[in-house]
């Protein structure tokens, strides 16, 4: 399968501090890829080096095209869109006022009208409340129109950051779900940051486990699930 992403020998950090240490991975075009790993490993810095968040050094490549000295804005345009942790939503604007932030780019309005329509089709709580503040939307709906506004951007590839972050089991489950229908009835790529080992792993073919800035372990999502020595070390369960 093609790589729509490829990271080779990625250092990163912020300022002296370093963080990560030649990580290489990579995402194939259409799959979903799960990268784990303990809260300080590297995982959202990975994320923040492929959207221009921070400096690095090495190679990022995006439909085979070098994202270096390319600015956020660019990389947008190319194709990405970010999820960061905590959602990242306006919450002093209406739903509808976030949806439109993320089909603002976008000069192909027949299209736009078509992609709201699937936009209610997985999220229909957000036809429901467009003309509500954002800020009146419960955890769960704030993820979903997060992830609705990125939808709206026709990426190539959405970047999910900790999507479970603070949310019910039972909400988490249905996030998912529309994650899996995102990609597998859009076609959009997805590479996700996720604490929750067992649930990314169902959702991801392939995954790659980070430790202290390194990739520690890769695989497929359905080897490392069945490995248990990996499951006691690295995944938590």
Not at 26 to 38: H, N, Y
Not at 165 to 183: D, H, K, M, T
Not at 208 to 214: A, M, N, S, T, W
């Amino acid at each position: 399968m093609t790589a729509l992403l490829e990271m080779e020998a990625v250092h990163a950090g912020y300022g002296q501090t370093s963080v990560l240490h030649g990580v290489s991975l990579s995402v194939p075009e259409g799959g979903v890829v799960s990268l784990l790993g303990a809260n300080g490993a590297g995982k959202t810095t990975t994320l923040r080096a492929i959207t221009g968040g921070v400096r690095w050094t090495g190679d990022i490549r995006f439909g085979g095209r070098s994202l270096r000295r390319m600015s956020t804005e660019d990389i947008v345009r190319a194709g990405i869109a970010h999820v960061p942790e905590g959602r990242g939503i306006l919450t002093e604007l209406t739903v509808d006022e976030n949806l439109k932030l993320g089909s603002h780019l976008r000069r192909d309005t027949k299209e736009v009208r078509k992609d709201y329509d699937r936009v209610f089709d997985y999220f229909p709580v957000l036809k429901e409340r467009r003309a509500l503040s954002a800020s009146t939307l419960s955890g769960g709906e704030q993820q979903m129109l997060a992830l609705a506004r990125a939808f709206l951007m026709k990426p190539k590839l959405m970047l999910l950051d900790e999507p479970s972050l603070g949310l019910a089991p039972i909400i988490v489950r249905s996030i998912f779900e529309i994650i899996r229908s995102i990609n597998q009835s859009s076609r959009v790529t997805v590479l996700l940051v996720e604490q929750n080992a067992r649930i990314a792993l169902d959702l991801s073919t392939r995954a790659y486990v980070l430790e202290v800035g390194r990739v520690a372990v890769e695989g497929d999502s359905e080897e490392l699930q069945g490995n248990e020595s990996v499951r006691r070390s690295y995944l938590g369960y």
